[in-house]
Structures are given as C-alpha cells and as structure tokens.
C-alpha cells in the first residue's frame, strides 16, 4: 500500500522553528518528487517547496530563505526545515508525490499525507 505520512507540526511562537518529516512506505522514493502543500482555512492549498527526484529544489517566493526541504533516500524520507516561522505560515501541511519531477500544480501530485497542522502564535 502507498503510503505518505507527515509529522513535526505543532504550535510554535513567531521566530521559532519546526522540522516536517514525510515518510513514504510502499515505494522507493528514488524515483519521486516530493512537494510540501500548505492549506490555511479558507485559501487555497498552495505549493511551499519541492524536491525532484536527483534532488533538484524549488520555494515559493514566501518562504524562500526561510525553508529548506531535504531528502535521506535511505531512510523513504523527505524533510522540511521551518525557520523564522510567521503567523501566516499557520496551515496544514501536507506532503505529496509525483514521479520524477517537480510540480507545483497539487493536481499533478498521485499520493498525499493526511497533513500536519502547523500554528504559529504568541
């Protein structure tokens, strides 16, 4: 069974920082890209980052310089490292995969978690 699961959300005061972990089981991550998703209530989810499958990355605008998405192919897992979190980073995150390379559109993604909820309040 295919399978995505993320972990390392939780409730973190403005400046803080959290690690993301998204664990696949059933398939061989080498032949994957990873996208993290982000959907606060009432928006749309969108793209956060991603990294193809030889390792290849990509940020929207928002976060970049803040976060930093990572993969350990031998442990099926990709990482999102969250620094200098804000307020309007508040979502559930989600991690998704797609053969090969990098999407932002979630529709182009074959396999979602079921999200991490990530708060960022004082």
């Known amino acids: 069974q295919l399978q995505l699961v993320e972990s390392g959300g939780g409730l973190v005061q403005p400046g803080g920082s959290l690690r993301l972990s998204c664990v696949a089981s059933?398939?061989?991550?080498?032949?994957?890209?990873i996208g993290w998703f982000r959907q606060a209530p009432g928006k749309e989810r969108e793209g956060v980052s991603c990294?193809?499958?030889?390792?290849?990355?990509n940020y929207a605008d928002n976060v970049k310089g803040r976060f930093t998405i990572s993969r350990d192919n031998g442990k099926n897992t990709v990482y999102l490292q969250m620094n200098s979190l804000k307020p309007e980073d508040t979502a559930v995150y989600y991690c998704?995969?797609?053969?090969?390379?990098?999407?932002?559109?979630?529709?182009?993604?074959?396999?979602w978690g079921q999200g991490t909820q990530v708060t960022v309040s004082s």
């Open positions: 998704a995969a797609r053969s090969y390379s990098c999407s932002g559109y979630p529709g182009n993604y074959d396999y």
């Open positions: 059933g398939f061989n991550l080498d032949y994957y890209a």
């Open positions: 990294i193809g499958n030889r390792g290849g990355t």
